[in-house]
T-cell receptor, first 113, second 109 residues
Framework: GAGVSQSPRYKVAKRGQDVALRCDPISGHVSLFWYQQALGQGPEFLTY????????KSGLPSDRFFAERPEGSVSTLKIQRTQQEDSAVYLC???????????FGPGTRLTVL | RKEVEQDPGPFNVPEGATVAFNCTYSNSASQSFFWYRQDCRKEPKLLMSVYSSGNEDGRFTAQLNRASQYISLLIRDSKLSDSATYLC??????????FGSGTRLQVQP
């Protein structure tokens, strides 16, 4: 069956560019999460949606980071004016219910030059 | 101080060995506990949930000590395919998962 998919899988951006990362959750999953994983570290929580509502954005590191899920399925994480410290793997996860098992996508590896 | 602390390793063990990983967490409000496995350049996958009574899944045994805020994972009869990074994960019920930095295991033939 189809799991969580993310695109692009790899993105190289010049410092100052805006990027948009897409996540397609498992069909029917209510909850969607974004995490950031720096090299050699565990994933760190960025934000959480229940359907189209963004219930927790406490992990977003700055106002350059913005996430949306307008129709309660596909989500986009946007990073404006990228900086070198934004280089990381961005992981999306979905779960059937809020506290259910989270299934992760393969991630988008962002490199900011 | 990180909320979830793990020994980064690497743990290099021969096939068939028993290996144990530990982690500690700082938030006493943590309610749910997990071990995830992450292969190189892959996404994390749930290995097992961890309960206060301890739980076992084949060669894997997980234990939780709430008083000491300590979680462990024991792997018996290690296989080459067990080579991966093992992530200790807690949740306060906010839905978000808090990950440790991971412990790298390399099982050698």
């Amino acid at each position: 069956g189809a799991g969580v998919s993310q695109s692009p899988r790899y993105k190289v951006a010049k410092r100052g560019q805006d990027v948009a990362l897409r996540c397609d959750p498992i069909s029917g999953h209510v909850s969607l999460f974004w995490y950031q994983q720096a090299l050699g570290q565990g994933p760190e929580f960025l934000t959480y949606f229940q359907n189209e509502a963004q219930l927790d954005k406490s992990g977003l590191p700055s106002d350059r980071f913005f996430a949306e899920r307008p129709e309660g399925s596909v989500s986009t994480l946007k990073i404006q004016r990228t900086q070198q410290e934004d280089s990381a793997v961005y992981l999306c996860a979905s779960s059937l219910v809020g506290d259910g098992e989270q299934f992760f996508g393969p991630g988008t590896r962002l490199t900011v030059l | 101080r990180k909320e979830v602390e793990q020994d980064p390793g690497p743990f290099n063990v021969p096939e068939g060995a028993t290996v144990a990983f530990n982690c500690t967490y700082s938030n006493s409000a943590s309610q749910s506990f997990f071990w995830y496995r992450q292969d190189c350049r892959k996404e994390p996958k749930l290995l097992m949930s961890v309960y206060s009574s301890g739980n076992e899944d084949g060669r894997f045994t997980a234990q939780l000590n709430r008083a000491s805020q300590y979680i462990s994972l024991l792997i018996r009869d290690s296989k080459l395919s067990d080579s991966a990074t093992y992530l200790c994960v807690v949740s306060t019920g906010r839905r978000a998962l808090t990950f440790g930095s991971g412990t790298r295991l390399q099982v050698q033939p």
